[in-house]
């Protein structure tokens, strides 16, 4: 991670434009990578509004010298600029100085594609559903959920040095599915443990914030879906209110779950709810406990032929041309299914 001009890379397309960064897909003219740049919405800069955004900036910057880059999960940074008013690289007029981070693209898709790509009837969802929520070809492996296995190993290594990273929703969370590997795209919403912050309901946040994360997105009361309807729309991607009303919700969903899924998970859901874990070793363990019941559970059931052909017809819905937007080869990345029955 160095400093770097920008005029070293040219912008190829607008990705996206979040609550506070503008997202652009650049190549760097000398090496040929591909690259996020990542700058504070341009609203927020010509306005002079951008000093919260600015000081997000410096403490990803400074949280990547001491740790972020050694987490293999997360997206390098390779730069950033000098505060400095770029309106001649990005051809506008803001007249404000800003810097830019320049971050490594990840590979892969993104779990939860873009909400607005729905009036497309793009199966944003498809990419949370099949791996996440429903991997069926990992039934009989030894990791049977290695998304949610990922997530927890980069909160456990980054608590080690006293931060949580949260909002880590499906939006933000880019999956290969050829190496079963995540990448992490955003680093934004990071939590000093030694300084909590307070959330909206005016506690502090802490850990549990972070496991309520992981039940809220990516684990379900539901059976695999036996049509490929069922793997289209992306699962709990409503807005976060307080860490008690959303394991509150949960519960009510898991209470219809029946036998050891219910139990193992009501189990972990109250837990959070009480704030009731020492550490991450006891939440992993509780729930790897409830996950391998799900896996049983789906193993078992009446209907897994059926189930499985809905997965194999739902990753053929990666193969459209929505998915090539991203750095994804799906025939590539999609091989190891071919066998899957």
């Not at 050694?70 to 404000?96: C, K, M, W």
């Not at 909590?196 to 946040?205: C, F, G, H, K």
């Not at 049983?296 to 739902?314: F, G, Q, S, V, Y």
């Amino acid at each position: 991670m160095e400093l770097v001009d920008l005029n070293r890379y040219e912008i190829t397309a607008l990705l996206g434009t979040g609550a506070d960064y503008d997202v652009r897909a650049a190549v760097d003219r000398e090496t040929q990578q591909q690259v996020v740049l990542k700058r504070p919405v341009p609203q927020a800069i010509s306005r002079g509004m951008h000093g919260p955004i600015e000081a997000r900036t410096q403490r990803t910057i400074e949280f990547y010298q001491e740790i972020g880059s050694r987490i293999t999960q997360l997206s390098p940074i390779v730069g950033y600029t000098e505060p400095a008013n770029h309106d001649d690289f990005y051809g506008d007029s803001n007249n404000n100085e800003y810097r830019v981070l320049v971050v490594s693209r990840a590979h892969g898709i993104p779990l939860a594609g873009d909400v607005r790509a729905r009036i497309l009837r793009v199966p944003v969802g498809a990419g949370q559903n099949l791996f996440a929520l429903f991997p069926l070809p990992y039934l009989e492996s030894d990791q049977p959920f290695g998304i949610q296995s990922q997530i927890l190993d980069m909160q456990e290594q980054l608590s080690q040095a006293g931060y949580v990273l949260l909002d880590l929703g499906p939006q933000n969370i880019f999956y290969q599915p050829a190496t079963n590997a995540i990448t992490v795209i955003d680093s934004g919403d990071l939590l000093d443990l030694n300084q909590p912050t307070e959330s909206r309901s005016r506690r502090p946040r802490d850990i549990h914030d972070c496991f309520m994360e992981l039940i809220k997105y990516y684990v379900t009361p539901q059976t695999p879906p036996e049509s490929v309807d069922g793997y289209r729309d992306f699962y709990g991607m409503r807005p976060v209110i307080t860490l008690e009303e959303e394991m509150d919700e949960i519960a009510v969903r898991f209470a219809q779950a029946g036998g050891p899924v219910e139990s193992a998970a009501l189990n972990v859901i109250n837990k959070i709810h009480d704030r009731a874990y020492a550490d991450f070793a006891d939440f992993r363990q509780d729930l790897t406990g409830f996950l391998e019941e799900v896996r049983i559970r789906n193993r078992d059931l009446p209907t897994l032929p059926t189930a499985k052909t809905a997965w194999r017809e739902a990753a053929e819905l990666l193969k459209a041309d929505h998915w090539r937007r991203y750095i994804f080869d799906p025939d590539t990345e999609l091989a190891a299914f071919d066998n899957f029955s």
